[in-house]
């Protein structure tokens, strides 16, 4: 079991920039991917970035290259999201979850946590 909690959401200007956190319970953290998701009103839940298990290997959506790092200290039960070059069309609730597979995919992914508001005025 991994209960996972959100941080660092807030309302920033255009190309100003965030770091969301998540904070992990729970033994079995170190096994699982970590995914960031988020989901604007209206629409789907979308793929943001993904972290494996030692931190070695990272993934991003198109839409954030360049912009977005992620990353992990599994010593600490903790993985980031620094967003660099916000756009108003990042705004969404954030979403940090664990899980193993297709990282691209919500489905693959068995712990969610609350969510953190992301809003980015232009």
């Not at 319970?25 to 494996?52: C, H, M, T």
């Amino acid at each position: 079991q991994v209960q996972l909690v959100e941080s660092g959401g807030g309302l920033v200007q255009a190309g100003g920039s965030l770091r969301l956190s998540c904070a992990a319970s729970g033994r079995s953290f170190n096994l699982y991917y970590i995914g960031w998701f988020r989901q604007a009103p209206g629409k789907d839940r979308e793929f943001v970035a993904a972290i494996s298990w030692s931190g070695s290997s990272t993934y991003y959506a198109d839409s954030v290259k360049g912009r977005f790092t992620m990353s992990r200290d599994n010593a600490k039960n903790a993985v980031y999201l620094q967003m660099n070059g916000l756009k108003p069309e990042d705004t969404a609730v954030y979403y940090c979850a664990a899980g193993s597979g297709d990282y691209l995919s919500p489905r693959s992914y068995y712990y969610w946590g609350q969510g953190t508001q992301v809003t980015v005025s232009s």
